[in-house]
């Protein structure tokens, strides 16, 4: 059995948990933290696709302890400990060098020198890796939770840097993922994002998750134009155009849309021409309108209060599920509704 360490975003644990369970038959879970997960199963790395992770990593060591015991004593322990060196020599020909990152409740901490050094000198006996502290090709971690957790682990995904990778504003692709997840994809939904803006959720779900017709619609051309960019283009059953989300009714069929998955404007970054409360309540009705009985739609804003107080004007969408969440350190909520027959 292969023993993995999966970090995702706070507030997501149930979601997925979820995945895992249908991803993987012969999942174990060992520990579920707000956060991260630890977990076994006999697929290998390379075949996990679990696209709603930071990072994973291999678990070499784990201890359980206090908390507030230092990081140094955990290293102390190791270098005498019987860990699961085997899976440091294991790496890519492409790989030649690590660093070794040391983590207290999920901040960057320093360590005792000396003890360092001596983890890295076994590391790089045991691995043939040489160490680079600034620009390694992988990894290799000690982690110290808060919930009395400490882990010795080996980084298995690359993971890009956003402000890099990302268009400004566009959601985290593990944040889409889960969303669309959220729907119960099949082959033969009609998946509807009226706010797409440069086209994260459409892209997942064009990537990952199957669909009959998926509509990427915004009222802003700029982002849209990023999003054609970004999805395929000879695809005949993606449409991606320039629509008002509150208007939608007038190009889309009544009830004829399976899942509305959004993110919709949050009056914080992007101002709207109604007042929030009174745009939020032409939206759910809008919403109400497209969505088939039984359709879901998954929407994600920090303004809880508003959808709230939005969705008393559409009776129809009941809410099923409602996470915590932090996006880019904002509280915000992830909500799931669904039509009833």
């Not at 504003?169 to 033969?188: R, S």
Request: charged share 30%.
């Amino acid at each position: 059995m292969n023993r993995f360490f999966g970090t995702f975003i706070s507030g997501t644990g149930e979601i997925v948990e979820g995945i895992l369970r249908q991803r993987l038959k012969d999942l174990r879970i060992l520990t579920l933290l707000d956060g991260g997960v630890e977990f076994e199963t006999a697929v290998p790395y390379s075949d996990l696709n679990l696209f709603c992770f930071h990072n994973l990593f291999q678990v070499l060591h784990k201890k359980e302890a206090s908390a507030e015991e230092p990081l140094n004593t955990y290293l102390r322990e190791l270098l005498e400990a019987k860990a699961d060196w085997s899976g440091v020599g294991k790496n890519s020909p492409k790989i030649k060098t690590f660093r070794l990152v040391t983590s207290r409740q999920n901040q960057l901490v320093s360590v005792d020198a000396a003890l360092r050094e001596k983890l890295e000198q076994k590391l790089s006996r045991l691995s043939g890796l040489r160490v680079n502290r600034s620009r390694p090709d992988t990894e290799f971690w000690l982690l110290s939770r808060s919930e009395g957790v400490f882990y010795f682990l080996k980084r298995l995904s690359r993971h890009m840097a956003y402000d890099k990778l990302l268009d400004p504003g566009e959601l985290h692709p593990e944040l889409a993922y889960m969303m669309c997840w959220l729907t119960e994809p099949k082959h033969t939904d009609v998946v509807l994002d009226p706010f797409c803006g440069y086209g994260a959720i459409p892209l997942q779900r064009s990537r990952r998750f199957p669909f009959e017709k998926l509509y990427a619609f915004d009222n802003a051309e700029q982002p849209l134009a990023r999003t054609r960019e970004k999805l395929p283009r000879k695809n005949p059953n993606i449409l991606v155009e320039r629509h008002d989300a509150l208007t939608l009714h007038q190009v889309l069929p009544p009830e004829g849309m399976d899942a509305i998955i959004t993110d919709p404007p949050w009056g914080l970054f992007q101002e709207t021409e109604l007042a929030l409360e009174e745009f939020y309540r032409r939206m759910v009705e809008e919403f109400a309108v497209l969505l088939r009985p039984g359709g879901r739609l998954v929407l994600l804003t920090a303004r809880g209060e508003e959808l709230s107080e939005a969705l008393e004007s559409a009776p129809a969408l009941v809410l099923k599920k409602e996470y915590h969440i932090l996006v880019s350190g904002k509280k915000s909520g992830l909500y799931l509704l669904e039509k009833t027959e």
